[in-house]
């Protein structure tokens, strides 16, 4: 049972969300073997509020 956790800053419409998740599908699929409905993904969205690059949080910044 493959599993992928993603780790990513909100801001993505649920569409992209989707072509995400099963982009990343396919690509476990093809390079493990593993059949897709073993792959378990999990999109871990992270506020911009609580998430910081070079002491400057993400909603901080324009």
Do not use: C, F, W
């Not at 992928?4 to 995400?20: A, D, P």
């Amino acid at each position: 049972m493959p599993l992928v956790h993603v780790e990513l800053i909100e801001g993505r419409s649920q569409e992209q969300l989707k072509q995400l998740v099963a982009d990343i599908t396919d690509a476990v699929t093809k390079n493990t073997g593993a059949p897709a409905e073993h792959v378990h993904v999990i999109l871990d969205e992270m506020r911009k509020d609580r998430y910081a690059v070079a002491g400057v949080l993400k909603s901080d910044k324009k």
